[in-house]
């Protein structure tokens, strides 16, 4: 039987999206909610101490800490190239600049693929959301995409 799991995260981080013909062009901030849903199987073996996990909570948190939080949490993350990049490439400050426009859906796909790399075999993503602000969010299924 496939089970889904999701664990839940949160970070802070800014962005501007030049070229953007509204707010968001300007530099500011969001505290972002990240929700993981894995699929699997879990472990039958009664001798494992991982048996009834499809993964380890604490293990799937490592790997979002060392793939997202640990570059992505109070980073101001900008596009390469973009004039604040340009301006700010030498500023001392947490900055993270990114191939493409920090888009809320552009970060979620860096997610996705970030994630999936890491997962263990028989472990699969099966949906990501990302959510920008309390009233919105972008959204990565498995199914949509095979
Ligand atoms: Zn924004």
Redesign the pocket.
């Known amino acids: 039987m496939k089970i889904r799991v999701t664990k839940e995260f949160g970070f802070e981080s800014?962005?501007?999206?030049q070229g953007y013909d509204g707010l968001?062009s300007n530099i500011?901030?969001?505290s972002y909610k990240l929700f993981i849903t894995i699929k699997g199987t879990p472990c039958e073996d009664e001798k494992s101490p991982k048996y009834g996990m499809v993964m380890d909570f604490a293990d799937l948190k490592a790997i979002v800490r060392d793939c997202i939080l640990d570059d992505f949490d109070h980073a101001l993350v900008l596009q390469k190239g973009s004039s604040f990049a340009r301006l700010l490439c030498n500023a001392e400050t947490k900055t993270l600049f990114v191939p493409y426009r920090?888009?809320?859906e552009n970060m979620l796909l860096d997610f996705v693929a970030k994630i999936s790399k890491r997962l263990p075999t028989g472990v699969d993503l099966a949906e990501i959301r990302l959510h920008?602000?309390a009233t919105s969010f972008a959204q990565w299924v498995m199914e949509d995409n095979v």
Do not use: D, R, V, Y
Request: glycine share 8%; proline share 8%; charged share 10%.
């Open positions: 800014s962005h501007a999206l968001c500011h901030g969001h920090p888009t809320c920008e602000t």
